[in-house]
């Protein structure tokens, strides 16, 4: 990897960190800096000269910051066109892709030219997917424009939209070529939106490095002020996912281990109808302490380290308890039962079994096959009465 971790966090970054996704054929930077969309024409006349490009962005997304991507493309002479789709999760679905893979054909998207993905996580994986189709397959541009996205969704190659049977059921891996990741954009995002992208921060710190971890519990504030400890954040989260993709892109094995907090969060995003009572992040934060603290029950941790997680996504604003979701009597999420028949769902479940991702220690995740059902749900049924 080419990326330097050189620069304090405490002072501005002057130049923009590269992290390397080294994938062969398929490797590309990720380009993480203030201000850094105003490059976006110029890396991409060098990548691709004479490329002609789509910008994907969804409504909101593009009342900030369309026109900046595209004054951005017009300054180094790249041409493009704008497609811009409704908001939220229902776009990823049949009908958001096929109104994304007909304008591409409509714009004239040919096998040379690139798709730019401007948004979350949703216009990232939405795009990604269309990119992935349209004409067998055009390469793509990943502008993520939240914290999750620009820690998670945009880097690794997962495309995809949802199928009325589940969150991301239908897609293909598809690498970006180029990810420009300006710290700069996080400034429109909600406090909750941003909080919501912070929990896959934390994520990659009780994973893989207690070290980071505890930088984490250490810079909270200055991450959310901005500036150089933003930068840092993003750069070792990027550097942390660049690794496990480049071991496994199609995850036959590591790359599970990003799914820490998942198995639970998805059941938990389910059973909240996708909707805003519950964002991504926040069902990872819940999930991520449910992990950590069947880890101890397991005997795996101590359960001081499970309350070391928890107290450190509470501080930061983030939900830790099943209790705290929105509406969280309502039937089919006060109800282990039910969260055990939607993680049964989830792309977790190998011929009934459940996968978990469980610490065995804080920094080091472990995939662990075979979970015994009845274990987990005992486990759920005491949670959702504590
Ligand atoms: N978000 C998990 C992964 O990219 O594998």
């Known amino acids: 990897m080419t990326a330097s971790t050189s620069a304090s966090p405490r002072n501005p970054a002057p130049t923009p960190t590269i992290v390397h996704v080294g994938l062969g054929e398929r490797a590309y930077d990720i380009v993480i800096g203030h201000d850094v969309l105003a490059e976006l024409g110029a890396r991409i006349a060098a990548l691709r000269p004479g490329a002609r490009t789509a910008i994907v962005t969804d409504q909101s997304v593009a009342k900030h910051w369309l026109e900046p991507a595209e004054a951005a493309l017009a300054a ?17 679905s049949y009908a958001g892709l096929e109104q994304v893979s007909e ?22 994986d939405l795009t990604g997917f269309a990119a992935s189709i349209v004409r067998r397959g055009v390469d793509f541009v990943q502008v993520p424009t939240t914290l999750l996205a620009q820690v ?21 891996f598809h690498q970006p070529v180029l990810v420009i990741a300006d710290t700069q954009v996080l400034d429109t995002l909600s406090p909750r939106q941003f909080r919501a992208g912070y929990a896959e921060v934390v994520k990659y710190g009780v994973l893989g490095d207690a070290k980071f971890f505890a930088w984490l519990e250490a810079n909270r504030a200055e991450i959310v002020n901005g500036g150089a400890a933003r930068e840092h954040a993003i750069a070792e989260s990027c550097r942390a996912k660049a ?54 029950e397991l005997g795996m941790i101590p359960a001081s380290d499970a309350a070391r997680v928890a107290k450190h996504l509470a501080d930061s604003g983030l939900p830790t308890r099943l209790q705290e979701i929105a509406g969280f009597s309502q039937e089919g999420l006060a109800d282990a039962d039910a969260l055990m028949a939607l993680m049964a769902q ?11 991702i469980l610490l065995k220690a804080l920094g080091q995740a472990v995939i662990v096959n075979d979970v015994q059902p009845q274990l987990v749900r005992d486990f759920l049924a005491r949670k959702l009465k504590a």
Do not use: C
């Open 152 to 172: 998670d969704s945009s880097v690794g190659g997962k495309t995809g939209i949802n199928s009325p049977h589940g969150k991301n059921l239908l897609g293909a």
């Open 76 to 92: 180094a002479g790249v041409a493009t066109t704008r497609i811009v789709t409704g908001e939220g999760e229902a776009v990823k």
């Open 243 to 296: 690794a496990i993709v480049a071991r496994d892109e199609r995850e036959t094995g590591d790359r599970a281990l990003l799914n820490l907090g998942h198995t639970f969060g998805h059941a938990l995003e389910a059973a909240t109808g996708f909707s805003d009572r519950l964002f991504h992040g926040e069902g990872v934060s819940i999930g991520m302490v449910l992990a950590s603290e069947l880890s101890a």
């Open 103 to 124: 304008a591409l054909i409509a714009a004239k998207i040919e096998r040379n030219d690139l798709v730019i993905a401007l948004g979350g996580g949703v216009i990232g």
């Open 346 to 356: 989830d792309k977790k479940v190998k011929r009934g079994r459940l996968t978990f």
